[in-house]
């Protein structure tokens, strides 16, 4: 059976291997309401185009 090998990117290590500083807090917690935001927009645009869809 083939092994599925992916290319090793630091980027995409694990958060529990490295310790956060208390300075990258604030900042993640803005990406993770922007992203929340984001979700929410696209939850309504979907909304909208299901409602124009004739069914």
């Known amino acids: 059976m083939d ?5 090793f990117d630091p980027r995409y ?4 291997e490295e310790p956060l500083s208390a300075s990258a807090l604030p900042e993640r917690q803005l990406i993770h309401e922007e992203i929340l935001l984001t979700l929410q927009r696209l939850d309504g645009l979907s909304d909208q185009l299901r ?3 004739p069914g």
């Open 13 to 16: 290590q694990l958060e529990a």
């Open 51 to 53: 409602q124009r869809t």
């Open 3 to 7: 092994t599925f090998d992916l290319f």
